[in-house]
């Protein structure tokens, strides 16, 4: 995330989902979580490839 952040421009927020219901109830095991626009995108890992797909 952070190499390709430098070509794409992106911003990266983290969110803590520790002690927050809201977060626990939606991705629970799945994080972290990655954001695309506001959409979910990826859980667990980034792949590259579809990352790179998303941004263009």
Same mark, same amino acid.
């Given at each position: 995330m952070n190499e390709l952040q430098h070509e794409f421009g992106y911003a990266i927020d983290e969110v803590f /989902?520790? *002690?927050?219901?809201?977060l626990i109830t939606?991705? *629970?095991?799945? #994080? =972290? #979580? /990655? +954001? /695309?626009? *506001?959409? =979910? +995108?990826d859980f667990f890992r980034v792949d590259e490839i579809r990352f790179r797909k998303a941004l263009t």
């Open positions: /989902i520790d *002690g927050n219901a809201e939606l991705y *629970g095991e799945q #994080v =972290p #979580v /990655i +954001h /695309i626009d *506001g959409q =979910p +995108h």
